[in-house]
């Protein structure tokens, strides 16, 4: 057989990357006080010990307080970062990983509230619409210091042992310099591109006078804004080429794109339904050009794509970033022949995008990543092995199954319909969120290898389950949708479910009335406008789809904006009555002092599911622990022992939306920690 390129080392300067595969510079806004602490440091762990060729750590490290974190980044300007780094480094050069970190100054693109106050700077005041803040335009005095700050996070950078350091100029103040549409300096600074490419030779000589020449320096940088005046391809070669002539770098990180707005950040960082590897050859024009080592991450989220750009040379390293935070394993599974049990990115980008919300990254179906110092990535057996079995197979129950076959539990899984999946089969129904359907499919294969017995088309009652002996029983049954919201007029009313399944045809003109803010109301205005339907999306909350968040929403509203659809925030629909052979609305607001009308034909309500629970509440007086859930040793990670019924056979737990209406998260979450110590 022939080698795997993707396997072959590759020789950057004096350090040799074991193999082709690296994580890019993602901040997964894990850090605490702006320092690499523990968990940090667990999570980039977990995919040295896997095998990954280098992990670029942190994202948009700050090296100075005027850039002040916007999503809770390092903090590359305070020396006590050192130590924290040196762990991180040490604990991953030990696995055989190399480390790097990526350095930047925002410039414009955080916020003046932020930490000291200070104000964002930029080579022009033009304000990014993404943070908001309306810049300063620099001063000499301010590339004097800004300069010396990068100098000063380089030497910190060395000193914690890391292998090199990356300069993040895209969308930052780098590439502020860079940009036609965001400098309007006069000179030095500014006008030709050799003026607009002075900051960043500035900020190279200095760290090169302050690391030398061993340590490993790159650039990660657009080389095609993709905007009008901004960086043009033909300028992004030609500043690829100037960087390698510089001498002072050792690899280039090709991206492409602008990140300025929430569409132009996703479509450098595509999500699902969007192509694969959308820039690759960009990354391999500038390879060609440059003959010089090349970096890339932008949706390679499968095996196969990121050894065809290795084999077909595009790029020296490829970035598998989102793919490792879904499956840290990779590599060890691709050196073990275990590329089929490799869990999917499915591009839900739920990491990216909490980030930006103010919490940390999380895989939508990989509750342990960040986790790490408290949920494994790989399970470890129980020492004794029970009877377990799980009703319901939605992503509660199928990872339920799961784990507890990891465990070596004797597990039988039933479900009411013919095939597994819960709402996201109804996710699916949507062409561009179809990759979702990898979060089922990756479960079932993972419980047909652990010998778990799926019993399909079994709606189970009590006497299936008591039938069945357990020692567990975990009742995953999901819920229903809860659209009996309006104080008059519910009888008229359409879930969001009856559209998307195709059960009720959209009407003409439509109100989508939608405060739970998720995903299930755009899914449903998606269908309704492109059946030729005027539509309204009411919501009470200020901004709609909060649930959905800013990358995501893209590719909705790419759909509904070019629709027949219009958007109304802080208004309530508030009861409905028959008027002729239509609906007559009345519309309020939580404002107070509002009445309006609407006169539609179909009226769809999201308000998310109720606990489809019957299941449960019969089972709860015959089980040891009377459903109880012991919190403390939940959280611990302890075995649940309540025993408040020691006539009680077995014990029974409640997940997912059986409980309460959450999200696929959630609902993976509940049961990972449940099920992993029982
Ligand atoms: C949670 C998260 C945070 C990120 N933060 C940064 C960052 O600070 N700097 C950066 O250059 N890229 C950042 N990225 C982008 C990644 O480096 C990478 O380019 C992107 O995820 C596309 O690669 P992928 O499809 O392999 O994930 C971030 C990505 C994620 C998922
Ligand atoms: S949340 Fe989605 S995009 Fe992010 S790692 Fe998980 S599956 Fe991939």
């Not at 307080?65 to 762990?87: M, Q, T």
């Not at 095996?303 to 970033?321: L, Q």
């Not at 359907?437 to 009590?462: H, K, P, S, Y």
């Not at 449903?524 to 649930?547: C, H, N, Q, V, Y």
């Amino acid at each position: 057989m022939p080698a795997d390129p993707l396997l072959q080392p590759f020789q950057l300067k004096h350090l040799t990357l074991r193999n082709r595969i690296i994580i890019t510079a993602h901040e997964p806004a894990y850090a605490e006080e702006g320092m690499p602490k523990a968990r940090y440091r667990a999570y980039h762990v977990e995919r040295a010990k896997a095998g990954i060729a280098m992990t670029m750590t942190a994202g948009s490290a700050a090296v100075s307080r005027d850039s002040p974190p916007v999503f809770n980044n390092i903090l590359a300007y305070k020396d006590e970062v050192v130590p924290w780094l040196r762990d991180l480094a040490d604990a991953c050069h030990t696995h055989g990983a190399a480390v790097m970190i990526q350095l930047t100054h925002l410039g414009r693109r955080t916020r003046w509230d932020k930490a000291a106050w200070l104000p964002a700077v930029s080579a022009s005041h033009a304000r990014e619409a993404a943070h908001r803040a309306f810049p300063k335009k620099v001063e000499d005095w301010d590339i004097v210091r800004i300069v010396k700050d990068y100098a000063d996070a380089a030497e910190r950078m060395q000193a914690a042992g890391l292998d090199g350091i990356e300069l993040q100029a895209y969308g930052h103040l780098i590439d502020q310099f860079w940009s036609p549409i965001t400098n309007d300096l006069d000179g030095p600074y500014g006008g030709s591109l050799d003026a607009r490419l002075k900051f960043t030779f500035d900020v190279l000589t200095a760290v090169r006078e302050r690391v030398g020449n061993d340590f490993i320096v790159g650039v990660r940088f657009t080389a095609d804004e993709a905007l009008e005046g901004g960086i043009s391809k033909a300028e992004g070669l030609t500043i690829s080429q100037r960087l390698r002539a510089s001498g002072m770098i050792d690899f280039l990180n090709v991206v492409r794109g602008h990140i300025d707005t929430d569409p132009g950040l996703t479509d450098l960082i595509p999500v699902q339904g969007m192509p694969s590897a959308p820039h690759l050859d960009l990354a391999g024009e500038i390879r060609a050009v440059t003959r010089f080592p090349i970096f890339h991450a932008a949706r390679i989220p499968d095996v196969a794509t990121a050894r065809h750009a290795i084999k077909a040379g595009k790029v020296d390293m490829i970035g598998m970033t989102r793919a490792h935070i879904a499956d840290p394993h990779i590599v060890r599974k691709i050196i073990e022949g275990r590329e089929q049990q490799i869990r999917p990115c499915v591009g839900a980008n739920y990491c990216l995008d909490r980030i930006y919300q103010g919490g940390s990254a999380y895989c939508l179906h990989n509750a342990a990543s960040g986790r790490e110092l408290a949920m494994p990535h790989a399970v470890s057996r129980a020492g004794t092995s029970r009877k377990v079995v799980v009703i319901g197979a939605g992503p509660a129950g199928l990872e339920a199954a799961r784990v507890a076959g990891e465990r070596g539990h004797e597990v039988v899984l039933f479900e009411a319909m013919g095939t597994a999946g819960g709402q996201i089969r109804l996710t699916v129904q949507s062409s561009r969120r179809k990759e979702m359907i990898g979060i089922v499919d990756w479960r079932l294969a993972e419980c047909e290898r652990l010998g778990v017995q799926l019993r399909f088309n079994t709606l189970a009652e009590m006497s299936d389950v008591l039938a069945e002996k357990p020692d567990v029983v975990i009742v995953a049954t999901g819920g229903l949708p809860h659209t009996q919201v309006l104080k008059a007029g519910n009888e008229f009313v359409t879930s969001t479910w009856d559209i998307i399944s195709g059960h009720v045809r959209p009407g003409r003109e439509v109100l989508l009335f939608d405060d739970a803010g998720d995903h299930a109301a755009l899914q449903a205005a998606e269908i309704i406008s492109a059946a030729g339907a005027k539509l309204e999306i009411m919501t009470p909350d200020r901004t709609f789809a909060p649930e959905v968040m800013a990358m995501t929403l893209v590719p909705y509203l790419r759909q509904l904006q070019s629709r027949d659809v219009t958007f109304t925030v802080t208004f309530r629909l508030e009861s409905l009555a028959r008027e002729g052979g239509r609906l007559l609305a009345a519309v309020g607001s939580d404002y107070g002092g509002v009445h309006k009308e609407r006169r539609i034909d179909q009226v769809v309500v999201n308000h998310g599911t109720l606990p489809l629970d019957a299941l449960y509440f019969d089972l709860k007086p015959l089980s040891r622990n009377l459903g109880a859930v012991n919190h403390d040793q939940l959280l611990a990670g302890m075995p649940q022992t309540v025993e408040t019924n020691l006539a009680g056979a077995f014990q029974l737990f409640r997940i997912g939306d059986a409980v309460s209406a959450r999200n696929t998260h959630a609902a993976i979450y509940d049961a990972l920690r449940l099920v992993k110590d029982l």
